[in-house]
DNA sequence: GTCTATAACCGGATAGAC
DNA sequence: GTCTATCCGGTTATAGAC
């Protein structure tokens, strides 16, 4: 049995690369079959179909991602320092299934319609209620600027987080850490220094 | 030769809305005849290609965007002014021509992919040397945080600015500027209180 | 568990009548 | 300038042999 979990495993890897690069439309279950040395037709022993396995490699990315904001958030008190491990769980995330996060990123649209996954929104709808929650709290406890929009402010730092996995490879010039520190540092202090606009 | 240059952009432009809403791939040359009121085949007088379609309507809104940052760039001497004036310009794109920068957003891999957009990468970097450039010299004159990498500043303004595309919706909670402003403010000052973090 | 062969369908694009 | 009719290629998925 082990065995046959791993050849799974293997096709499953093998297609999320595959969706990652290409995108899920754009990929063939040819191209599926090609990557793991089978026929086409071979798959469907394995899986009922091209959309099952596209909601099997979500599914398990997002089991994983909430399990890190879990943690995230109950591993301080501090608003600020919640933040920061929202922003670092995510990198860390992006880092370690950068197949899965790019197909989450760039088929969103994608995955809504596939039908073993229509509570995708409500999924993401429990990220974002984790963020937001933790920018309220910030702001009430005076820890944020109490000017700051929290929906806003999620959405930008959303936005602006997810994309790194479309131009972070691996062993290039950032580490993953580093990224993540700067990203921390812009939205924390941002652009300006302060002596020349605090006046 | 007008009431055929309007036709045309009638059907260009009803094509660009479905574009947008469901992916370029995912448009067929039917729906695009729907929308506009004729059979597929009849698209084929007007344009000769679905892929020549895509193309107008990306070149149009890239020159258009081009024209925006020269002006914003030439109107100011403070990096900081002009990196302000490059946010705005790009939300007032973004709220002129959200269709093509919907498809630009969504669809970029395909567009890559186009025979007649061969140079859109070039483009692009043109887009990205404006901006870096603008945070470089924010930079060099103290206006900026020394601490900053302009790259990957550059890339976390871009992906927070040009998603926003996804959830604005004109006439809803927020006004376009509005949300510029709040981009701004973020990017300039941060997250934290000024007194909470800078002891 | 994999292969061969093929069904059933849908996409972009074309030719020629009107 | 639009319609009718159709071609051709590529897609997912299935049936049954091995």
Redo the contacts between chains.
Sequence with gaps: MGKDDDRRAEILASAADLFAAK?V??TTVREIGDAAGILSGSLYHHFTSKDAMVEEIVREYLRDLRARYEVAVASHSDP?EQ?RALIRASFESLRDQPAACEIYQ?DY?YLRAVPGLSDLDKIVAGFQATWIDV?QA?IDT????????PT??Y???R??I???VR?YRTGRK?RIDD?AE??I??????????A???A
Tied chains: 1, 2.
Excluded: Q
């Design positions: 995108g439309a754009s600020l933040l760039n649209r920018i910030g005076g820890v944020f600027r109490a000017e700051l929009d806003i402010v959405r930008f730092l936005d602006a997810w994309p790194t131009w950032y990224i700067k990203c540092g812009l939205f924390t202090y941002g652009i300006a220094a302060p020349a606009t605090r």
